[in-house]
């Protein structure tokens, strides 16, 4: 079993930067692949990114690519979203997730992951 916390959100000025954490519980961390989506008030939840376990193959959302990087440490049990050049339109809940499988582009924007945080608001101001 895996336990999921998300932390640093916050409100923060358009084109500013923030950094996500999600702490992991458990033994096989390593061996879980971590994603992060987002879930904006009215709409529905949406894959942001993901980093597959085993190879380590990253995945993007075409919406944060080149803006965005997902990351992990193993040694923490911790996986990171590092946001730059935000926009008014990232505002959401964005949710940590954990599955228990390597990821392909297809899989890693699936809802169907096995383990979900809390989520952790991000705001941001025009």
């Known amino acids: 079993q895996v336990q999921l916390v998300e932390s640093g959100g916050g409100l923060v000025q358009a084109g500013g930067s923030l950094r996500l954490s999600c702490a992991a519980s458990?033994?096989?961390?390593?061996?879980?692949?971590m994603g992060w989506f987002r879930q904006a008030l009215g709409k529905e939840r949406e894959f942001v990114a993901a980093?597959?376990?085993?190879?380590?193959?990253?995945y993007y959302a075409e919406s944060v690519k080149g803006r965005f990087t997902i990351s992990r440490d193993n040694a923490k049990n911790t996986v990171y979203l590092q946001m730059n050049s935000l926009k008014p339109e990232d505002t959401a809940v964005y949710y940590c997730?954990?599955?228990?499988?390597?990821?392909?582009?297809?899989?890693?924007?699936?809802?169907?992951?096995?383990?979900w945080g809390q989520g952790t608001q991000v705001t941001v101001s025009s």
């Open positions: 997730a954990g599955r228990r499988t390597i990821l392909t582009a297809t899989t890693a924007a699936q809802s169907r992951y096995d383990y």
């Open positions: 458990g033994r096989s961390f390593s061996s879980v692949s």
């Open positions: 980093i597959s376990w085993a190879d380590g193959r990253t």
